[in-house]
């Protein structure tokens, strides 16, 4: 119930009465201040008036006066910069490290915010605000939207960017490295990236121009060889064991994966980690899905190009395009600073169709228009960060939810 205090804090949901200090001293919420998520008070750079006065300065906010020696705020010089304590209710007085008594403000929690935020949490429909979402303005919509894509995109492409970091700043090996990961499609998404991590692309470019020299290697290295039976006759998987025997000895190459590193079980045939590693053979052996490749790609239809290997859908390039392009060149563009680049990523995925998931049809159920594939990433942003953790209290469609709630006036609008 803390977070739902410094919620009405934030967005100034003041009663209409005269607020006043434990003291008597009358209160003016000038500015709310900046909400702190990291270490030290909770609301930075305040305005307050106080009896009068005019105060700047920081305000923390607890359910309890006790708190903040519960907090042991009163042992740490950070505390000494507040100027007002909020509280739900104040049952001591409080002082910071240097001696000071901090006034106390009692906040009361609007009956009609706390009862649809507890609906909120309390509801296992999905999603929860479903029933109001129809009635927020499309622009407020489209807002969100794009903050929620923009998120996701930067945490995708940190995600990049720390390959690129542990590969010594090495993006093609990033590249490949993400590329990989994405052959997993989720279930075998950690399997694929330690393994690419473990390919030595040195020792395979000098035989990036024989494919099945690159295939040897590849399963090899995942200990897959004879899990391509299916596909590959006898022979040819003794041939692969061999050239992969003599790879190993050649370059001194690290133990190989273990079959029970991969997961078969909830697979189809066509999906199975050996099928996808020969599929990255060839696109590694023809060089079309290099990082300098994917850059000078222009639209969706020279991706797709790029992305082109036997057995691979057009729908599952699609996918490529938005887990792997996507957050490539996005984290590419930062890296260098360049914006052209960064705007490009969103275009791919405005240009792309939406996603079909049961997260999004459930948005779709409430009215919701999810047409591209910005907006189903926009959506699993939503569902992940905020739905999934009961986070509404940040999220702008629960702001809207609880604005509905209160008669109270507000000021400001949802971060």
Known sequence: ????????????????????????????????GLHNHDQGPDFFNAKIRLGGTLWAGNVEVHLRSSDWYRHSHQEDPAYNSVILHVVGE????????????????????????????????????????????????????????????????KERSEKVAERAERTGGDWERATFVTLARSFGFGLNGDAFERWAMRIPLSAAGKHRDDLFQVEALFLGMAGLIEEVEAVRSAKEVQLLQQEYAFLR????????????????????????????????AELYHSGRAQMSKLLEARD???????????????????????NTVVPLLFAYGRHISDEDICQRACLLLEALPAENNYILRQWQACGLKVQTAAD????????????????????????????????????GNAN
């Open 300 to 322: 969706i239809d020279a991706l797709q190009e790029c992305l082109a290997v036997k057995g691979m859908t057009a729908a599952s390039r699609r996918l490529l395009i938005i």
């Open 90 to 153: 104040i049952d001591g007085e409080v002082r910071t490290q240097d001696g000071k008594t901090l006034p106390q403000l009692q906040l009361d929690i609007p009956e009609g915010i706390r009862r649809s935020y507890e609906e909120l949490c309390r509801t296992e429909d999905y999603p929860r605000c479903h029933r109001i979402v129809t009635s927020i303005l499309p622009m407020k919509v489209h807002q969100w939207m794009d903050a929620l894509l923009v998120e996701r995109l």
């Open 1 to 32: 119930m803390e977070r739902l205090l410094h919620y009405v804090w934030k967005h100034k949901i003041l009663p209409l009465k005269p607020l006043a200090t434990e003291d008597g001293q009358e209160v003016e919420v000038i500015d709310p």
């Open 249 to 280: 000895h050649k370059f001194g190459l690290d133990e190989p994966m273990q079959r029970a590193d991969w997961r078969f079980l909830r697979t189809r045939p066509k999906n199975f980690p050996s099928v996808r590693i020969l599929q990255i």
């Open 376 to 411: 189903s990433q926009a959506l699993i942003q939503l569902k992940r960060q905020y739905c999934d953790r009961t986070d509404c209290l940040r999220c702008r469609f629960g702001y809207e939810y609880l604005k509905g709630s209160s008669s109270f006036p507000r000021v």
